[in-house]
């Protein structure tokens, strides 16, 4: 049995993270997170010591290690802007770090995080789940060696309400926005299937909405995300939804909007079976947001 740490506790993506962690057979033996509303805890590890400052997180974590408990991996469920100070807090500690996605905001972090992990015993990975969701892999299986050009069609809405822009995740700095908030999985993912990028289109890019094309190796991309309510299908609308997922192939619908549920849990068992997904998997979706980002920019000035 491992024994795990958790940052990030009070946060929407954490119950997965605990879910995980139980469901694979392990220990939770700290957690932090500034805001205490953390009972979530008591339906996974009762019985873990909770923090609400960093620096008694730390202290606690030092203490146990000093005793020869120290945890052996600290999973990162905090704001996308901490990611990269959080991984590396893990590392100094001795452990393993297994951080939610993005797994940093800038390609540079990545060169930064890979310098550390050489330099310590630990290892980083991160959770690019829809790797593992078995309608991708088979799809993956199928286009890996299609000679022609694929035509994609991807279109993720997710209404947000007010908070949201009041929220860390409305503020670009510490969200990195949409591209880094929402689509980094589906950006992932689309590579990974479709192979390197080649060219980048941009159509509108703001904080609620972006659109553009993608030239992948064996694909031509056409891509939408949204955060609006208005954007949702109106047969959607009508029945009380607020996401839509729509994914087509040569204009057929893909079928992938079911089986997400374990898909966490499934990560967890992979990385503690030694076959994560790392900092060099990460990188291509990351450096393709960025180039997204700056292309925009350069558009527009």
């Known amino acids: 049995m491992k024994e795990f740490a958790l940052i990030g506790v009070a946060g929407f993506i954490a119950p997965r993270h605990l879910r995980a962690i139980k469901e694979t057979g392990n220990n939770l033996v700290a957690a932090l997170d500034p805001f205490d509303s ?14 609400t400052e960093f620096e008694r997180f730390d202290r606690h974590l030092d203490k146990l290690k000093r ?38 905001l800038n390609p540079w972090n990545l060169d930064a995080l890979e310098e550390i992990e050489y330099e310590t015993a630990g290892k980083i990975s991160t959770i690019l789940q829809l790797r593992l969701h078995p309608s991708i892999k088979r799809m993956k299986e199928t286009y890996d060696n299609v000679d022609t050009l694929t035509e994609v069609d991807l279109r993720y809405v997710t209404a947000r309400g007010n908070w949201y822009g009041h929220s860390w995740k409305g503020d670009i700095s510490k969200s990195g926005g949409i591209l880094s908030n929402i689509g980094i999985h589906f950006f992932d993912m689309l590579i990974w299937v479709f192979g390197k990028v080649k060219e980048i289109s941009i159509g ?6 972006a659109s553009g094309t993608l030239l992948l190796e064996r694909a031509r991309v056409k891509w939408f995300l949204s955060l609006k309510e208005n954007d949702l299908p109106s047969e959607i609308r009508s029945k009380g939804l607020r996401s839509h997922r729509s994914m087509k192939i040569n204009s057929e619908e893909f079928e992938f909007s079911e089986g997400f549920t374990d898909l966490h849990t499934e990560s967890y068992r992979e990385i503690l079976k030694g076959h994560s997904f790392g900092l060099n998997d990460a990188r291509p979706s990351i450096e393709l947001v960025y180039r997204i980002k700056k292309l925009y920019g350069d558009k527009n000035n």
């Open 204 to 209: 509108a890019l703001d904080l609620q909405s």
């Open 67 to 104: 005793q020869g408990k120290k945890v052996d991996y600290v999973s990162i469920c905090s704001p996308n802007y901490l990611h990269d100070s959080h991984i590396r807090f893990a590392l100094r500690q001795g452990a393993n770090a297994i951080c939610e996605k993005p797994l940093v």
């Open 38 to 51: 953390v009972g979530v805890l008591d339906s996974y590890f009762p019985n873990s010591d909770f923090f």
